[in-house]
Every structure is written in structure tokens, then in C-alpha cells.
């Protein structure tokens, strides 16, 4: 009886797990198609704009804000669904 539960617990734990990492993956699609707005507006990478950003050579403008700001939210997700990912090993 006991084992039976202890599976019953770890097969809806691992449901659970697979539902976030399916949320995780949405969010980074979504984050992906912002990104590649800006990146063919702008002719750069987001790593070649993150860089430049940080180092303040592209000045105030609100759209590299915006950019930066979903830079930080992509890779949030990213590292979320890898540490989902990696507890499901």
C-alpha cells in the first residue's frame, strides 16, 4: 500500500513538473518572437545588443529598455525550465 502511494505521489509530481516545463517552453517561444523583432529592427544579436547595452554605447532610447528588459525575462525562463528539467534526471 505505502509503495503504491509513494508512486502514485512521484508519477503526479513528475505531471506536475512536465506541466511547468510546458509553461516554461511557451514562454520562452513567446519571448523568442519578441526578441527577434528587435533583433531585425536593430541588426544585432540580443547577445551583440545586451553587450553594447552594458557597456552604454547605444544611449537611452525606451525600445532598448524594453529589449533589455525582455532579455532578462527569456533567459529567467530558460534557466527555470532547465532547472525543471535537469530535476526530472
Given at each position: 500500500?505505502?509503495?503504491?502511494?509513494?508512486?502514485?505521489?512521484?508519477?503526479?509530481?513528475?505531471?506536475?513538473?512536465?506541466?511547468?516545463i510546458n509553461?516554461?517552453?511557451?514562454?520562452?517561444?513567446?519571448?523568442e518572437k519578441?526578441?527577434?523583432?528587435?533583433?531585425?529592427?536593430?541588426?544585432?544579436?540580443?547577445?551583440?545588443?545586451?553587450?553594447?547595452?552594458?557597456?552604454?554605447?547605444?544611449?537611452?532610447?525606451?525600445?532598448?529598455?524594453?529589449?533589455?528588459?525582455?532579455?532578462?525575462?527569456?533567459?529567467?525562463?530558460?534557466?527555470?525550465?532547465?532547472?525543471?528539467?535537469?530535476?526530472?534526471?
Open positions: 500500500m505505502i509503495k503504491m502511494k509513494t508512486i502514485i505521489k512521484n508519477d503526479t509530481l513528475i505531471e506536475a513538473i512536465q506541466r511547468e509553461i516554461c517552453d511557451s514562454a520562452v517561444k513567446r519571448y519578441m526578441l527577434n523583432k528587435f533583433e531585425k529592427k536593430y541588426h544585432l544579436t540580443s547577445q551583440q545588443f545586451s553587450n553594447q547595452f552594458n557597456n552604454g554605447t547605444l544611449g537611452d532610447d525606451q525600445d532598448f529598455f524594453e529589449w533589455y528588459a525582455i532579455c532578462d525575462y527569456y533567459h529567467d525562463w530558460v534557466n527555470r525550465k532547465q532547472t525543471l528539467q535537469e530535476s526530472l534526471l
